[in-house]
Structure formats: C-alpha cells, structure tokens
C-alpha cells in the first residue's frame, strides 16, 4: 500500500478559457490545485493550441503550479524545455516517445514531475514496470484533441487496473483522469481511482469557476475516500 493517501487535485484545462485574456482567466482559478495546459501540434492530434513561449509566459504569472499536457510528437525532443521552463508536471504521451523511461528520467532531472498519459486504445499493462519512473499516470479519457467530449466510461477498467497495480507496487504515483469531468462522471472516476481531475468545460463554462472548482472537488473527495 503506498505510504500515504493520494491527494485529491482539481487541475483546470485553460483550453475551454478565453486564450485572448489568459491572465485573467488564470487569476479565476487561483483556489486549484494546478492549472493544466494542453499543448498540441496538429500532429499528434488534430489541433493545434499554444508552443513553449506562451507556456513559459503563462508559468511567469500563474497563480498555481502548470501540469502540462504535451499532445506532440518529437516529445521527447520537446518535454525537457518545458521542464526547464519550471512547470511542476510535465506529461508526454508513451505513443510519441521512444524512449520514455529516459524522458521521465530527464524531466525529473530538471525538478518537473514527470507524467505519462495513455490514449484511450493504449493498455496500461505493457507500462506497468515503469511505474516508478512516473509521478503521474494519465488516463484519457476522451480522445485527445478537443474539449467539450463525452466522457469514455470504458476506461473505467483500465483505471481500476492502474489503481491496483500502483498500489500494489507500493509507489507513490497519481492517476489523472482528462476528458469529459463533470459533476457526475467526477465519482465514477474517482471511486475508480483516480485522484488528480482535469476539468475544462465543467470549470470554464461555468459562470464561478472557482465555485466550480470547490464542487468538483467536494465529489471527487467524497469518491476516493
Ligand atoms: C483534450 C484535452 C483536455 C480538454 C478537456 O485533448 O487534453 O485537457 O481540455 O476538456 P473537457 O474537460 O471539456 O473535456
Ligand atoms: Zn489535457
């Protein structure tokens, strides 16, 4: 069993904000537990967001520590500079990286966390083994590209299966749901789980954010236990 208790974090994805007055936006969620940044290259994934410059800018005046989301190829090339930008996660995905057991190595290096993230069709099990080079384990939960999905409860096995084998392994990581979070799939997640939200639509489409923060987090508290 891990020594303690995973923390239950509601991290915001400024994807669903208004990017013309991010600013703004991040100071509307300072009672978060980090904000989550989606970086895409019309590569990786069919859209196309925000590059290091804009990340290193948005690091600068965060009220809240960054949790980067690299949807990218090359990330292996890519992940180090947005550690040693000074974000306090950085998350590549294992279906861009060729050596992913060296890019966990090298962002922890730098003083980032270092997270994995698992597209929807991509099993846990062949990783299971580099669970203690990760801080993170992110299970999609959506397809990765867009906001505003519906939430995929067939990945609520894998995100029981990646519960049992972390705490079986008795290594201190978190598991971070991204997709579709709402009030109500928030407790599916969590009793799964999960411990670490990721909430664009269901905190940026609301008209208190930071309201919706608290909510969000109340269940989520209520479900891990
Ligand atoms: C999708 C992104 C998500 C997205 C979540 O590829 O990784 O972080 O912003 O948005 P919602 O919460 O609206 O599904
Ligand atoms: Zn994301």
Redesign the pocket.
């Known amino acids: 069993m891990p020594s303690t208790t995973p923390r239950c974090c509601i991290n915001p994805?400024i994807?669903?904000a208004d990017f013309v007055n991010l600013e703004a936006e991040l100071a509307r969620i300072a009672n978060a537990d980090a904000v989550?940044v989606?970086v895409m290259d019309n590569h990786f994934?069919p859209n196309l967001t925000i590059g290091l410059p804009v990340v290193e800018r948005i690091q600068q005046v965060s009220p809240v520590p960054l949790d980067a989301?690299l949807?990218i190829s090359e990330v292996d090339r890519w992940a180090p500079k947005f550690a040693d930008a000074g974000l306090a996660s950085v998350t590549f995905h294992v279906e861009a990286s060729d050596a992913p057991v060296k890019l966990a190595r090298e962002l922890r290096a730098r003083g980032a966390r270092a997270g994995m993230a698992l597209r929807p069709a991509t099993p846990v099990e062949p990783y299971l083994d580099l669970l203690p080079e990760l801080d993170m384990l992110l299970v999609?939960t959506?397809e990765?590209?867009?906001?505003?999905?519906a939430f995929l409860d067939v990945m609520l096995p894998k995100i029981r299966r990646a519960r049992a084998a972390i705490d079986g392994a008795g290594v201190d990581v978190a598991i971070q749901v991204?997709?579709?979070?709402t009030e109500e799939t928030i407790t599916r997640a969590a009793e799964a789980g999960a411990n670490v939200f990721?909430?664009?639509?269901?905190v940026y489409g609301r008209p208190s954010p930071a309201e919706a923060i608290d909510s969000l987090r109340a269940k989520g508290r209520l479900a891990f236990g």
Do not use: K, N, R, T
Request: charged share 10%; aromatic share 4%.
């Open positions: 994805s994807l669903s989550h989606d994934v989301h949807m999609m959506v990765p590209g867009f906001g505003g999905q991204d997709g579709g979070i990721v909430a664009g639509s269901a």
